[in-house]
């Protein structure tokens, strides 16, 4: 059974901190790792993706990847109460299967 | 570019009906996958469809149902529904023709059952 894990949370950041969000994974073939946000009420939007070990930055954020203890992290520089929501972790596996991790509530405090 | 496009957006349905949804994706993306997400829960993967074939598929029982048109327009039905189906019906667009291709969400059908 192909899984993904994370830590549920709730996550409680003070404002202007930074978030630091983990994923693990059990396929040691996964090849690309996906971060989404997730507002409650709302549909998942991407935030970033990654293919290759170390870290990759957009802005204010950052995933790091290391697939040789299978894990891959989103940090969140500065962190603003509009970046409360749930963030979700995904892993490509074999045939093209997305797998999801069932997320951690990030909770921005002014 | 248009994004993927979920109708109806909200649904009411009573007990042992049935439900069909439908999920337009982003253009030239032939991969659409259906998922439930009840609150919350994360995503609870029901099935991908491929170029109209169902390519991977969850383990929800067999009162869920799904198929994909010509023009990568998917459906999804749910036969004799029950309480608990009432949830958050997602689908997700992809190119879907390699490993590093990211999901788009279409913006959800919210089904109610009574």
């Known amino acids: 059974q192909k899984e993904v894990e994370q830590n549920s949370g709730p996550l409680s950041v003070p404002e202007g901190a930074i978030a630091s969000l983990n994923c693990t994974y059990s396929?040691?073939?996964?090849?690309?790792f996906f971060w989404y946000r997730q507002y409650s009420g709302k549909s998942p939007e991407l935030i970033m993706f990654i293919y290759s070990n170390g870290d990759k930055e957009d802005g204010r954020f950052t995933a790091q990847l290391n697939k040789a203890s299978q894990y891959v992290s989103l940090l969140i520089r500065d962190s603003q109460p509009s970046d409360s929501a749930t963030y979700l972790c995904?892993?490509?596996?074999?045939?093209?299967?997305?797998?999801w991790g069932a997320g951690t509530k990030l909770i921005i405090k002014p | 570019k248009a994004g993927v496009t979920q109708t109806p957006r909200y649904l009411i349905k009573t007990r042992g009906q049935q439900v069909t949804l439908s999920c337009s994706p982003i253009?030239?993306?032939?991969?659409v996958s259906w998922y439930q997400q009840t609150p919350g829960q994360g995503l609870q993967f029901l099935f991908e469809?491929?170029?109209?074939?169902?390519?991977n598929k969850g383990n929800f029982p067999g009162r869920f149902s799904g198929r994909q048109f010509s023009n990568s327009r998917s459906e999804m039905n749910v036969s004799t529904l029950e309480l608990g189906d009432s949830a958050l019906y997602l689908c997700?667009?992809?190119?879907?023709?390699?490993?590093?291709?990211?999901?788009?969400f279409g913006q959800g059908t919210r089904l109610t059952v009574v």
């Open positions: 396929d040691r073939g996964s090849q690309s």
């Open positions: 995904a892993v490509n596996v074999g045939n093209y299967q997305l797998i």
């Open positions: 997700a667009s992809r190119d879907g023709r390699g490993l590093n291709t990211e999901a788009f």
């Open positions: 253009s030239g993306h032939r991969s």
């Open positions: 469809y491929f170029s109209e074939t169902q390519r």
